[in-house]
């Protein structure tokens, strides 16, 4: 065998993909390298030290698909959209027909399914763990034919991260699968960095805490139900000091988010199927209201700073610790719903404790209560998450928490939407009776739609007319 014959080729020497290059390397197998811009392939395969010996540069897509061992399979790590379909178009031209395409940048499912559709080899893999992960251990949500995916599992198991001994590679389901649960992977992402934010806000303006000692309580929950990569971070950033002014470097950021749009994805998705992600809705809402800093300047000089001191000890930081706790419940609630409308959607069978499983390493949502949630999970795959048994007791003990924190907030102008969505969701989640049965009468007043009774079977109306 040519010595130079590579085990599966890369495209796209991005921050994303020159790491996974090196990690496949590492791993042992052999991969050919090919970016547009041609230069950045002597710098990679200078930077790459001793893995050198495991990498093919190539400088055309000619000349990577003549470097890898039939059959093929080549992954793009570009960004997503009208690049991926240019790469396809020219890879299929030069591959045999039963090479395999991999996207494993964050595309729209939609487009996987589609780019599926067209019959050859492709595969969608949903890849979360950043620059860190995608070097020492990514997760990975696979999307496709099952059997494309089996021949490309053993490098993919090898470069994921590791559970406890089992890799975090994980093949979802047909198509756009692994694209879908990446995008709901993100939206939980957004919802869990604002309730996070949350309560630094809490903490900064109802409390008064500087950055270092809020640095300190992420610190501390950092230990127990809350122990996640998230909260590890965020202590991290609220404890960094700024070299040039000597100032916590959260007061030098500006309070203005940036979005790459998976969040909103995973919010349509949720509009689309009727699915109440409202928790998630609420983090990619806030992200856009950040980003309009000249007209949140202008309200405050109209309106005044919303937010009031808190009274000393009228908010503890266990209770802002459980109320984090339960706005998490119902976050994921929400997104398990959610995977379970899409897989009902989309004819898949998405494997519900599987994603929770391949979601506790390497991901940036990794946290130690997915394993609890892959437990509950395992129990009774098609159940509410907030009605296991684990999680119903745990909003049992955290919910009076999660109100006092958001009536508190909402008293003293702290902006808090993620935990009050997740608050009302829960709120309604457990209401027999709610007020639909007023919108049913408005709804069949002026429209004639009609409506179910209490005490008989089929569609009534009511004595509008005759009142
Ligand atoms: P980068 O911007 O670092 O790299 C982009 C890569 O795509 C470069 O190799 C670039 O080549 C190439 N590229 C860009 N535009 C074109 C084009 N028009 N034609 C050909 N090649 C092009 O991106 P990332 O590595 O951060 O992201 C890559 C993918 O991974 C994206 O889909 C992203 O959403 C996803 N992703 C990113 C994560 C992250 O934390 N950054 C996490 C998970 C997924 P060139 O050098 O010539 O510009």
């Given at each position: 065998?040519d010595?130079?014959a590579?085990?599966?080729?890369?495209?796209?020497?991005g921050?994303?993909?020159a790491?996974?290059?090196?990690?496949?390397?590492?791993?042992g197998?052999r991969v050919?390298?090919?970016n547009?811009?041609v230069?950045?392939?002597?710098g990679?395969?200078h930077?790459?030290g001793?893995l050198t010996?495991q990498?093919?540069?190539c400088d055309?897509?000619?000349e990577?698909i003549r470097?890898?061992?039939p059959?093929?399979?080549?992954?793009?790590?570009v960004?997503?959209g009208?690049?991926?379909?240019?790469?396809i178009a020219?890879l299929?031209?030069l591959?045999?027909?039963?090479d395999?395409?991999?996207?494993?940048?964050?595309a729209?499912f939609?487009?996987t399914?589609r780019?599926?559709?067209?019959?050859?080899?492709?595969?969608?893999?949903?890849v979360?763990?950043?620059?860190?992960?995608?070097?020492f251990g990514?997760?990975i949500?696979?999307?496709?034919?099952k059997v494309h995916?089996?021949?490309v599992?053993?490098i993919?198991q090898?470069?994921?991260?590791?559970?406890?001994?089992?890799p975090?590679?994980t093949?979802m389901?047909?198509?756009?699968a692994?694209?879908a649960?990446?995008t709901?992977h993100?939206g939980?992402?957004y919802?869990?960095?604002?309730?996070i934010?949350?309560a630094y806000?809490i903490m900064?303006d109802?409390m008064g805490l500087?950055?270092?000692?809020?640095?300190?309580v992420f610190?501390?929950?950092?230990t127990g139900?809350?122990?996640?990569?998230?909260m590890?971070?965020s202590?991290?950033?609220?404890?960094a000091?700024d070299p040039?002014?000597?100032?916590p470097?959260?007061?030098?950021i500006?309070?203005r988010?940036?979005q790459?749009?998976?969040?909103?994805?995973t919010?349509?998705e949720?509009?689309h199927?009727?699915?109440?992600a409202t928790?998630?809705e609420?983090?990619?809402?806030?992200?856009n209201?950040?980003?309009r800093l000249?007209?949140?300047?202008?309200?405050?000089s109209?309106?005044g700073a919303?937010?009031?001191?808190?009274?000393?000890?009228?908010l503890t930081i266990?209770?802002?610790g459980n109320a984090l706790i339960?706005?998490k419940i119902m976050?994921y609630?929400q997104g398990?719903?959610?995977?379970a409308a899409?897989s009902?959607?989309h004819?898949w069978?998405?494997?519900?404790?599987?994603i929770?499983?391949?979601?506790?390493?390497?991901?940036?949502?990794r946290?130690?209560?997915l394993?609890?949630?892959?437990n509950a999970l395992?129990?009774?795959?098609?159940?509410n998450l907030?009605?296991s048994?684990?999680?119903?007791?745990?909003?049992?003990?955290?919910?009076t928490?999660?109100?006092?924190?958001?009536s508190?907030a909402?008293q003293s102008?702290?902006?808090a939407?993620?935990l009050?969505a997740?608050?009302s969701?829960f709120?309604m989640?457990?209401?027999g009776?709610?007020?639909?049965n007023?919108?049913?009468?408005q709804?069949?007043f002026?429209?004639?739609?009609?409506?179910?009774?209490?005490?008989a079977?089929?569609?009534?109306?009511?004595?509008?007319?005759?009142n």
């Amino acid at each position: 065998m040519d010595n130079h014959a590579a085990d599966i080729g890369l495209i796209g020497l991005g921050t994303m993909g020159a790491n996974l290059a090196l990690n496949i390397a590492e791993n042992g197998f052999r991969v050919a390298v090919h970016n547009r811009t041609v230069e950045k392939i002597e710098g990679f395969m200078h930077d790459a030290g001793p893995l050198t010996s495991q990498l093919v540069a190539c400088d055309t897509v000619e000349e990577l698909i003549r470097a890898i061992k039939p059959p093929r399979a080549v992954i793009l790590m570009v960004p997503a959209g009208p690049v991926v379909d240019e790469y396809i178009a020219t890879l299929r031209a030069l591959m045999d027909d039963d090479d395999i395409v991999i996207d494993a940048g964050n595309a729209n499912f939609q487009d996987t399914n589609r780019r599926a559709a067209s019959g050859a080899p492709f595969l969608g893999i949903g890849v979360s763990g950043g620059e860190e992960g995608a070097r020492f251990g990514p997760s990975i949500m696979g999307g496709g034919r099952k059997v494309h995916w089996d021949r490309v599992a053993p490098i993919l198991q090898a470069i994921a991260a590791d559970y406890q001994g089992t890799p975090c590679a994980t093949w979802m389901g047909e198509g756009g699968a692994g694209h879908a649960v990446k995008t709901v992977h993100n939206g939980i992402e957004y919802a869990d960095m604002q309730m996070i934010a949350e309560a630094y806000g809490i903490m900064r303006d109802g409390m008064g805490l500087q950055p270092a000692q809020i640095g300190a309580v992420f610190e501390g929950w950092n230990t127990g139900a809350l122990k996640s990569y998230l909260m590890e971070i965020s202590a991290t950033v609220s404890k960094a000091v700024d070299p040039q002014t000597n100032a916590p470097v959260l007061d030098i950021i500006l309070d203005r988010a940036g979005q790459k749009g998976t969040g909103r994805w995973t919010a349509i998705e949720a509009q689309h199927l009727g699915v109440p992600a409202t928790v998630i809705e609420a983090a990619v809402a806030a992200r856009n209201l950040s980003s309009r800093l000249e007209m949140r300047i202008k309200g405050e000089s109209l309106f005044g700073a919303a937010p009031q001191r808190l009274a000393d000890g009228q908010l503890t930081i266990d209770t802002l610790g459980n109320a984090l706790i339960a706005g998490k419940i119902m976050c994921y609630t929400q997104g398990f719903e959610l995977l379970a409308a899409l897989s009902a959607a989309h004819n898949w069978t998405l494997p519900m404790p599987e994603i929770a499983k391949v979601w506790r390493e390497g991901c940036i949502i990794r946290s130690t209560m997915l394993n609890d949630m892959a437990n509950a999970l395992s129990e009774s795959p098609d159940a509410n998450l907030m009605f296991s048994d684990f999680f119903a007791r745990l909003m049992r003990e955290t919910q009076t928490d999660l109100r006092q924190t958001v009536s508190l907030a909402a008293q003293s102008g702290l902006p808090a939407p993620a935990l009050s969505a997740g608050l009302s969701y829960f709120d309604m989640m457990r209401t027999g009776q709610s007020t639909a049965n007023l919108i049913q009468a408005q709804r069949d007043f002026f429209g004639a739609h009609g409506f179910e009774r209490r005490d008989a079977e089929g569609a009534h109306h009511g004595p509008w007319g005759s009142n």
